[in-house]
């Protein structure tokens, strides 16, 4: 089997770029260890703090931050790096090659009941000749040269796109990342949706109309029984997207009406953005794309609405009517 040095060996890429990549899937294993170890490591539980985001960090929030941080600071083409859990960009010292944004434990809090979690990742360019101001990595999502999330579930699989095509990695034994998963394609079409239903109230009306469809299944103008399903750990809800299809949506809701939705647009949104577009699916806020908002700044929210073309597009012209 082919393993992720293969794979990038045959990449057209820049030799840096594929650097990154590697550093990032090195970090990746031996975050899959201290996850696993669980409370045999003491692992398990709150850190005690209130992160940027303004939720409880867990300890293995920090524990992953800190990882996949000392990874980047030595990793040559890094010249900056932004996180979920830190407040401004860390730069390097050193200038061209790229930026990296991550997510380093999605689903944080199903980590004490043992439900699958991730880290998610998106690789930006650095501008050449000088240090990075936290203003340089506010590009749109488009202008990712790679992007993917580690899972950690019953296998732990890293899900890459150097912008061609979506390529998943099952973890060996041997702590190898074997290549099982070539050219993901998500169907565009689908009987599947994921939501959190308790905030059914709060939705506006286009997203209320959508899933009154879906509910209503055969007996309403949609013809098709759906079927529900809700992880609550955005990787591992995108990740049964890219393998069988599927609608993921977070929506702007009207408890706080300022912010456009819950999931960060660096660290969740534009990387699974590109990874979704990338397997053939559509990814908006519900109105426009993710991957062409302009991000004004770096802990910036985004509503989600992504997978299966044709239910994402229906989400879209019920929101623009
Ligand atoms: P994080 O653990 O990185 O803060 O992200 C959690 C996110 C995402 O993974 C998931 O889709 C969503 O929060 C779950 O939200 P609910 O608690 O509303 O289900
Ligand atoms: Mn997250
Ligand atoms: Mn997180």
């Known amino acids: 089997m082919n393993t992720l040095n293969d794979f990038l060996g045959r990449q057209p890429a820049a030799p840096e770029l594929k650097s990154v990549i590697t550093a990032v899937a090195s970090a990746c294993t031996g975050i899959s260890r201290v996850v696993s170890a669980g409370a045999i490591a003491g692992n398990l539980g709150s850190a005690g703090h209130i992160n940027v985001q303004a ?75 000088r240090v990075p101001a936290e203003a340089d990595f506010l590009l749109p999502g488009r202008n990712q040269v790679a992007a993917g999330y580690a899972i950690y579930g019953p296998q732990t699989m890293l899900v890459l796109t150097l912008r061609d095509g979506v390529y998943g990695f099952t973890l060996s034994a041997k702590d190898e990342w074997l290549l099982t998963h070539e050219r993901l394609s998500i169907p565009k079409d689908t009987k599947e949706f994921a939501i959190n239903m308790s905030n059914q109230r709060h939705w506006a009306e286009p997203i209320q109309r959508y899933v ?7 007996t309403g103008e949609r013809g098709k029984d759906f079927n529900m399903r809700w992880i609550a750990s955005m990787v ?25 939705g819950k999931l960060r647009l660096m660290y969740e949104g534009n990387p699974m953005a590109l990874l979704v577009e990338q397997a053939g699916g559509q990814a908006t806020d519900a109105y426009a794309p993710i991957l062409d908002v302009k991000p004004e700044k770096l802990h910036q929210r985004v509503a989600v609405v992504l997978g299966s073309a044709n239910e994402v597009e229906l989400v879209r012209s019920l929101s623009n009517s």
């Open 236 to 260: 591992a809800d995108v990740h049964r997207v890219l393998m069988r299809g599927g609608i993921f949506m977070y929506p702007w809701d009207k408890r706080e009406p300022d912010r456009p």
């Open 55 to 129: 939720e409880e960090q867990k300890k293995l929030d920090v524990i992953t931050n800190d990882m996949l941080s000392d990874m980047m600071r030595s990793c040559a083409p890094v010249a900056g790096f932004a996180s979920e859990e830190l407040e401004t960009v860390e730069t390097t010292g050193r200038t061209g090659g790229f930026l990296v944004t991550f997510d380093p434990l999605d689903g944080s809090s199903n980590i004490d009941v043992n439900v699958s979690v991730g880290t998610i990742f998106s690789i930006l360019p650095a501008p050449a000749g």
């Open 212 to 218: 009154d469809g879906c509910l209503k299944g055969k």
